[in-house]
């Protein structure tokens, strides 16, 4: 198991911004030694015959095919909503832009 001192995490939690006591430091650093090990574990494995993909899902399609189907009722969408104003067909939402 890789070996993380107090002075390690006291480190990593200043470049967090990150306020630690004495106890969360020992847990932190018992925690970080244990991921840094399964990573060292993880690089230990030949993945000389795996080609490399810039995503996960390259290749596959795991999403449904887009099927028209038919929409919500207004009165039925806008019934759910906390604010609505059913006699324009709208929603009202806060604003958020000046």
Do not use: W
Not at 56 to 69: F, W
């Amino acid at each position: 198991m890789v070996a993380l001192t107090t002075s390690d995490v006291e480190r990593i939690a200043a470049l967090a911004h990150l306020e630690l006591t004495a106890d969360e430091k020992a847990l932190f650093a018992r925690q970080l030694a244990g991921i840094l090990a399964y990573a060292q574990q993880i690089q230990a494995l030949d993945t000389s015959g795996v080609p490399a993909t810039a995503h996960v899902h390259a290749g596959a399609h795991p999403e449904r095919e887009d099927e028209p189907r038919p929409c919500l009722p207004r009165d039925e969408a806008l019934g759910n909503a906390p604010d609505a104003a059913p006699e324009a067909g709208l929603f009202r939402v806060p604003r958020v832009i000046g």
